[in-house]
């Protein structure tokens, strides 16, 4: 059987310091690196074709899901391995992917990933490695991958599904978020996009409905994804979470209110014209 072509795909932004580490885990074992790039302004390009990446360029859109479509485009390989740039490949996860591409066991294979947040690995509030399993190797054709911001990645029908079993050294590494600004920022950001992607609403949304998903969250990440057992990082993780499905009701009552920010820019403008008229109708003292 002949030996498998391996690509790696990453989708990057101003990723100079994170980019390195992911490149070195991937060299050693693939035979092609795809680095697709947001219109980085630090070394990230630079730093990719040192590499030895094929680098391609995709306008910056706020969300990584279209780019990360492109870049897999881009790949020749006959398996795809697609990572973040702040994500590593220890040897023994290679090893065994590769293992899996030899002997045709998957058409898709869905990896742990172990995620350090706020300074420490998280193993449980669903971002434990037993609990957080994407889909991230896999044979071109077999993956449906949609340009809507957290969508993922779906099998196509009829594909072999393999959930490598995750042991030491077995799991993707991620460094996701330094500090809580980091956990906000992306909030934030993440959240304007989706509100953004939905239709604007035909009726107010439930302030229940937002308290009652509000509540569902933080029980499936704190009590059912036992986010208490990872301490103070679990908690801050669980509210974040809790935090994130607010903000969606919230830009989503906006939109419904308001439309867009110009529309609301125009108001405030108005009333301040409004203001200003008083002085210059106003009789001369």
Known sequence: MAEPHISAVINTLNEEQHLPYALRSLRPWVDEIVVVDMCSHDRTVEIARDFGAKVYLHPKVGFVEPARAFA????????????????????????????????DRADVVMIARLNYMLGAPMMHTRCGPLQDYPLRFFKPGFLHLRDEIHRGMHPAENSRVLRLPYGPGRAIVHFANIDFSDILDKINRYTTVEADQTPKPKKRPSAFSAIEQATRTFFRFYVKGKGYRDGWRGLCVSLANVLYSFLI?????????????????????????????????????
């Not at 790949?75 to 002997?103: C, F, H, K, Q, Y």
């Not at 939109?255 to 529309?263: C, D, K, P």
């Open 249 to 285: 009701y919230a830009k989503r009552a906006e939109l419904y209110a308001n439309g867009s920010r110009e529309a609301v820019r125009c108001i405030y403008l108005k009333e301040a014209e409004e203001i200003i008229s008083e002085y210059e109708t106003a009789p001369t003292p």
């Open 72 to 103: 897999v485009a881009q790949a020749t390989g006959s398996w795809i391995i697609v990572l973040d740039a702040d994500e590593m490949v220890p040897r023994r996860l290679s090893n065994a992917l590769v293992e899996v591409a030899r002997d």
